[in-house]
């Protein structure tokens, strides 16, 4: 075998982080950098390295919050613009996986603990069935994973892009602003970090207020202190908009394994979530409300999962028994 470390790393439009494989396979010395402060990946692998003596790596599993299909490769909210041969020759690797950030999300859901998730609302996991993820952080993520002949496979895409439909009177209001600006509105949009000071704005056009927008961290700080209430009706809408379409992700792959909400937003809301229109929605689906009512939804309460679903895509992988 030839020597040399085992790095994984979750990189986001906002954070990037890195971690080591112990000799189970699993992540360890986990530590978060900027982005903004590095001018690419190799960069920013080598600054963390530089902690821990700078070891020599043997492969790495690279999960990116943007298309990773091309060789060139394009953060979708970040600066960074790479090529993928130059990761694996500047790194010295002999192998090199890149994944869709979700993708590698969604790798982990099967091997969450208990204590890793909160259930929200009703539901129980069907052995094996599909699962689905999606979660808004800088973006908006979305995949599933699907298991097949002893493994489980991930679906990688770009789900957050999708049309952004509305799901009542107000909500179409809201949407009807938005299109003056976009011709297209996709979930992300408004449903993510870099969303939530626009959501702000239309809500308060649609509601009867307006004002500067706070930045996002301080739109999620605000709603969930509830010392205001126009922070706090921003992120109900949020929090409707996306139960919506958790459904309609339940429902197109069949996620009767339960849908799982991660990114950097939703587990720093705590019981606001659990109290917000999310479930309901998720539900409000007509003819099929009794399907959805049966699928479990699950708030992800674990730091780093994208690391954990890399690790396991990396020891997976041809030659990193």
Known sequence: MIPGALLVADIGGTHARFALLDERGLPERVRVLAVADYVGPVEAVQAYLH????????????????????EVIRMTNADWVFVRADITARLGLAQLLLLNDF????????????????????????????????????????????????HWLALTGEGGHCSLAPGDRREAEILALAWRDFAHVSAERLLSGSGLPLLYRLVGEVDGWSGESPATPEIVA??????????????DTLCA???????????????????????????RLGDLFDRSAFRTRFEAKG???????????????CPTPALLGSAHALVDSEGCP
């Open 287 to 301: 003819r099929f409300a009794s399907y959805l009512v049966a699928i479990p939804t699950y708030v992800m309460l």
């Open 51 to 70: 902690e821990f003596g700078s070891p020599p790596l043997r492969a790495a599993a690279i999960a990116l919050a943007a298309p990773v299909h091309a």
């Open 241 to 267: 908009m996306l139960g919506a379409m958790a459904g309609n992700l339940a429902l197109t792959l069949g996620a009767q394994g339960g849908v799982y909400v991660g990114g950097g937003i939703i587990p």
């Open 103 to 150: 993708a590698a999300l969604a790798l982990s859901l099967p091997h969450l603990a208990a204590a890793d998730l909160r259930q929200v609302g009703g539901g129980t996991i069907v052995p094996l069935a599909p699962k689905a993820v999606l979660g808004p952080g800088t973006g908006l993520g979305v995949s599933g994973v699907f298991f097949d002949r002893g």
């Open 222 to 235: 605000r709603a969930v202190s509830g010392d205001d209430p126009r922070c706090r009706a921003v992120i």
